[in-house]
């Protein structure tokens, strides 16, 4: 019960992350291609972004930790030519979504930090575009090959 209730909270929470950062990035976008002054909705939308990145990231970790195919990957260990799902989940959406929230939580740091807001602006673009880059190929998509979900899971 407690595995089926977070993981219906992970894969809603995906859209929440994708919005936001589609929301920051736009923002960061916009103000570079019109310069403009780093304002106080810029800062808003990467806080929030990078908050609700991290707070997939620990229901994520959580999930990781209880789930089955997770344990069964790391007891059995299939090939991947053989069960692709299993390496997905057990080593590459693991390894590639830790780096991207860790790539948007430098570029957050860094754009906080810095003094110029074109700097901000195309601080804030690079990582969180890199980040979203990574998140889009991590995410088991309906059309994936590797391993595919639902769009939206039913209650």
Known sequence: MVYSITLLIHSYLRWLVLVSLLA??????????????????????????????HTQLLVGTYLYTISPIIRYYWQYRPSF??????????????????????????????????????????????????GLLLILLAVPWPFSPLANRPWFRPF
Not at 98 to 120: E, M, N, Y
């Open 81 to 130: 030519s053989k069960a692709p799902q299993f390496s997905f989940f057990g080593l590459i959406h693991l390894s590639l979504m830790l780096t991207a929230v860790i790539l948007i939580t430098i570029g957050s740091s860094k754009a906080k930090r810095q003094t110029d807001a074109q700097q901000q602006l195309k601080t804030t673009a690079i990582y969180f575009t890199i």
């Open 24 to 53: 920051v990035l736009a923002s960061a976008y916009a103000g570079l291609w019109r310069p403009r002054p780093y304002r106080p909705t810029d800062q808003l939308l990467r806080v929030v972004a990078t908050f609700i990145a």
